[in-house]
């Protein structure tokens, strides 16, 4: 009995054995094919992971080319807010010109008026002056005329008289 109990036994635990070799050989191809799919898995990532890196890498030159033409267009708007600045102040510089030739063209305008209103005032005193000047020159003419005559009546009663004497 003790053979074939230790035969059983053996039996059983070589049973147990090769049951737990089977299940030992189970779970390695298990094991393995998880294995193998977390290989194929990590292949992927590390695929993945470069075409990351390599869009990091993209973005990151492209953040410094952005960066630069943003230093670019701050430069340029720098410089324009500077020129918007000197034209600002031009602009108030010739307004307050344009207010001075406009005050200057008022006084002008204002000027012209009095000229105009002198300059006919003027004429009608030369006019006037005219008319005066022919009169005086009519009687002027008329003077003369008379003076001649009144000349020529003197000349003429000097000479009776002195005829009238040397009688």
Excluded: P, W
């Excluded at 147990?16 to 191809?29: F, G, N, V």
């Excluded at 990351?52 to 410094?64: I, L, S, T």
């Excluded at 960066?67 to 918007?84: D, F, H, I, S």
């Amino acid at each position: 009995e003790t053979c074939e109990d230790k035969l059983v036994l053996a039996t059983n635990k070589l049973d147990k054995a090769a049951t737990a070799a089977d299940d030992s050989d189970r779970m390695r191809k298990v094991l393995e094919s998880r294995a193998h799919g977390d290989e194929e898995r990590m292949k992927k990532l590390e695929d993945e992971l470069k075409g990351v890196r390599a869009q990091a890498e993209n973005a990151d030159k492209k953040y410094d080319e952005v960066q630069k033409r943003l230093q670019q267009v701050e430069g340029e708007l720098e410089r324009a807010e500077e020129r918007a600045d000197v034209g600002e102040i031009k602009i108030v510089e010739l307004e307050e010109e344009l207010r001075v030739v406009a005050n200057n063209l008022k006084s002008l305008e204002v000027s012209e008026e009095k000229a105009n209103q002198r300059e006919s005032s003027y004429k009608k005193q030369i006019k006037t002056l005219s008319s005066k000047l022919k009169q005086a020159e009519g009687r002027a003419e008329f003077a003369e005329i008379s003076v001649k005559k009144l000349q020529h009546e003197v000349d003429r009663l000097e000479d009776e008289l002195l005829n009238e004497q040397e009688k």
